[in-house]
């Protein structure tokens, strides 16, 4: 399955309960085949950083919208990408 | 020193003089524009609802008490929890910007404002933990 990071801009002004609301209609709204995996929120810049696992990056458009948070977090990047992580590597030790 | 009950006048007011002499607190928070009740849901032995009032102006602390009317005052923000939950972000052991935005703290009022503030929180959390605190739960 590929994999995604979406980039949200956050409102300025947002409440908890949108947040909440949205969140909860997200894991509905997402096919089985799309998986929400992690988020991280950037404070200096009131972004949020979202990690996701779905066969096209129209099915998590698609999952975004029908939530509603894109209302109060429209999407500023979309992009598949390759995760890369220190258990790809080869380990030095061994050699 | 005796220890300071979590939610007592005592307390508030502890973390009020914390966060005056506090140049961390005081940089973090020095954009910060908005007053809060934090309230304390019954849990355990607590059986009444604690509201605990702290006007938050440019790293300063203005004002902070323990409130028997909630009516008294209409902050910009009220954040709310049960017990065991403030007991786990007074301990550092639940980060309050997490809970906020997983919902193990209610919050009413602009949440991106407090999002982005988070340094601000974490100053205000290490200031918790130099009270020298006791719990009921």
């Known amino acids: 399955m590929a994999r995604f990071i979406v980039i949200h801009q956050m409102a300025e002004n947002t409440t908890q309960d949108a947040v909440l609301v949205a969140r909860k209609t997200l894991s509905a709204a997402s096919p089985e085949s799309a998986e929400w995996r992690s988020s991280w929120y950037v404070p200096a810049t009131n972004e949020l950083f979202c990690e996701w696992e779905a066969p096209t990056l129209e099915t998590i458009r698609q999952a975004l919208f029908q939530s509603g948070a894109l209302q109060f977090a429209p999407i500023k990047i979309l992009h598949e990408v390759v995760p890369v992580g220190p258990k790809d590597l080869p380990d030095e030790r061994a050699t | ?137």
């Open chain 2, 1 to 137: 020193m005796a220890k300071l009950r979590f939610g007592s006048s005592e307390w508030i007011l502890a973390l009020h003089n914390e966060l005056n002499t506090s140049q961390a607190y005081e940089d973090a928070a020095k954009n910060w524009e908005g007053d809060f009740y934090f309230v304390v849901e019954p849990e355990g032995a607590l059986t009444q609802t604690v509201y605990l009032y702290m006007d938050l102006w440019h790293g300063k602390s203005r004002e902070a008490k323990l409130v028997q009317d909630p009516k008294e005052k209409n902050p910009a923000f009220i954040m709310s929890g049960k017990y065991g939950k403030w007991k786990q972000v007074v301990l550092a052991k639940l980060d309050p910007i997490q809970a906020l935005m997983t919902g193990q703290l209610k919050l009413k009022g602009n949440m991106t404002m407090v999002m982005k503030n988070v340094k601000a929180a974490q100053e205000i959390i290490r200031a918790c933990t130099r009270i020298d605190t006791e719990f009921d739960l």
